[in-house]
């Protein structure tokens, strides 16, 4: 089941679904929220979406509130260390109550990402890695512990302090996409350069779609483009903005080899050539054997944090 957000388009309000219902607040609430900011901005996007989740996933403006170098000093002046971490975990625990009792998701993970690494989050179905991505994102609040993004305490900000830590840093790919079915394949690549303020979406978004493999899909939109495509679009989606920090939830979950191949190809070409840090869920043994190191989680707690000779 899906949750729901507004997008505005020129004069146009679009109902879209976006979110798992578990995440969503009401459309209406993020939709007075969001829109009255842009319109006291008086910023004239071609397009204005409206969401706590995914849409400030897809990119804030760039001009919004304080940089994150003013926010959080640590960035500029922490020891090399800080600088160093680009995620860390702290006794991170997830909690939801049942009308049974209280089902605990995650237990104390405790761990950290250096810049630039490269890290394969495996495990059996249901042993909480969506939910540790999404907690970890900061799409999704943990019952305890923290998450800090590049000394950015998550826990600290309110939602739209988080919202400018993801756009500002964040890619993130869905396990199931969550790509905007009113959008064509073009426009929801696009998406995140409008929002943010780019004055070319289109250009960055049909020369990565053209990466990905889909330079002949542009114009089609999610419902007319088989799994494996709407998983490209997603991971274009999600690199679009260069992001400093990829988070991808089974990147490679419904793609044949040879697409598989490419689309790890490019994942390992942006860690290499831009430094950007990867946390991939997978369960594709090639993918992980790719990543610089595996951790394992079952039952919701971290079982093992292991590194490959190399
Ligand atoms: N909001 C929620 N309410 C109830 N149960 C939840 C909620 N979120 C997650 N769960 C449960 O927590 C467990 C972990 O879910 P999660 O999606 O993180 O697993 P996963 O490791 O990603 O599995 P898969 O490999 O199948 O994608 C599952 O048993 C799921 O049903
Ligand atoms: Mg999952």
């Given at each position: 089941?899906?949750?729901?957000?507004?997008?505005?388009?020129?004069?146009?309000?679009?109902?879209?679904?976006?979110?798992?219902?578990?995440?969503?607040?009401?459309?209406?609430?993020?939709?007075?929220?969001?829109?009255?900011?842009?319109?006291?901005?008086?910023?004239?996007?071609?397009?204005?979406?409206?969401?706590?989740?995914?849409?400030?996933?897809?990119?804030?403006?760039?001009?919004?509130?304080?940089?994150?170098?003013?926010?959080?000093?640590?960035?500029?002046?922490?020891?090399?260390?800080?600088?160093?971490?680009?995620?860390?975990?702290?006794?991170?625990?997830?909690?939801?109550?049942?009308?049974?009792?209280?089902?605990?998701?995650?237990?104390?993970?405790?761990?950290?990402?250096?810049?630039?690494?490269?890290?394969?989050?495996?495990?059996?179905?249901?042993?909480?890695?969506?939910?540790?991505?999404?907690?970890?994102?900061?799409?999704?609040?943990?019952?305890?512990?923290?998450?800090?993004?590049?000394?950015?305490?998550?826990?600290?900000?309110?939602?739209?302090?988080?919202?400018?830590?993801?756009?500002?840093?964040?890619?993130?790919?869905?396990?199931?996409f969550?790509l905007l079915p009113?959008l064509t394949a073009?426009?929801n690549?696009?998406?995140?350069?409008?929002?943010?303020?780019?004055?070319?979406?289109?250009?960055?978004?049909?020369?990565?779609?053209?990466?990905?493999?889909?330079?002949?899909?542009?114009?089609h939109y999610p419902r007319q483009l088989?799994?494996?495509e709407q998983?490209?679009v997603?991971?274009?989606?999600?690199?679009?903005?260069?992001?400093?920090?990829?988070?991808?939830?089974?990147?490679?979950?419904?793609?044949?080899?040879?697409?598989?191949?490419?689309?790890?190809?490019?994942?390992?070409?942006?860690?290499?050539?831009?430094?950007?840090?990867?946390?991939?869920?997978?369960?594709?043994?090639?993918?992980?054997?790719?990543?610089?190191?595996?951790?394992?989680?079952?039952?919701?707690?971290?079982?093992?944090?292991?590194?490959?000779?190399?």
């Open positions: 089941m899906q949750g729901s957000m507004l997008v505005h388009r020129g004069g146009e309000a679009l109902m879209v679904a976006m979110m798992p219902e578990r995440d969503a607040r009401p459309a209406a609430h993020r939709c007075a929220g969001a829109c009255a900011r842009a319109a006291r901005r008086g910023r004239a996007n071609r397009w204005h979406a409206c969401a706590g989740l995914p849409t400030d996933i897809l990119a804030a403006p760039a001009s919004e509130g304080t940089s994150m170098t003013e926010q959080h000093p640590t960035d500029s002046a922490a020891p090399a260390i800080a600088i160093a971490t680009a995620l860390a975990a702290r006794s991170l625990g997830k909690r939801v109550k049942l009308p049974d009792g209280e089902l605990v998701i995650l237990d104390g993970v405790d761990f950290s990402v250096e810049r630039g690494e490269s890290v394969a989050v495996v495990g059996p179905s249901g042993s909480g890695k969506s939910t540790l991505l999404s907690l970890l994102a900061g799409l999704d609040v943990p019952s305890s512990g923290a998450v800090t993004i590049d000394g950015a305490p998550l826990s600290t900000l309110d939602e739209d302090g988080r919202a400018r830590v993801r756009a500002a840093r964040v890619g993130f790919v869905f396990q199931n969550q009113s073009l426009e690549v696009m998406l995140p350069l409008e929002l943010r303020g780019d004055a070319d979406a289109e250009g960055p978004a049909r020369a990565i779609l053209a990466r990905v493999g889909l330079g002949e899909r542009l114009g088989s799994g494996g998983q490209r997603a991971v274009a989606r999600a690199f679009v903005t260069g992001p400093s920090l990829l988070f991808a939830d089974e990147p490679t979950g419904n793609l044949d080899t040879a697409t598989g191949q490419a689309i790890i190809e490019l994942l390992f070409a942006l860690n290499q050539d831009a430094g950007t840090t990867l946390v991939l869920v997978t369960h594709d043994e090639h993918l992980a054997g790719r990543c610089r190191r595996t951790l394992r989680i079952e039952g919701g707690r971290l079982v093992a944090d292991t590194r490959p000779a190399t």
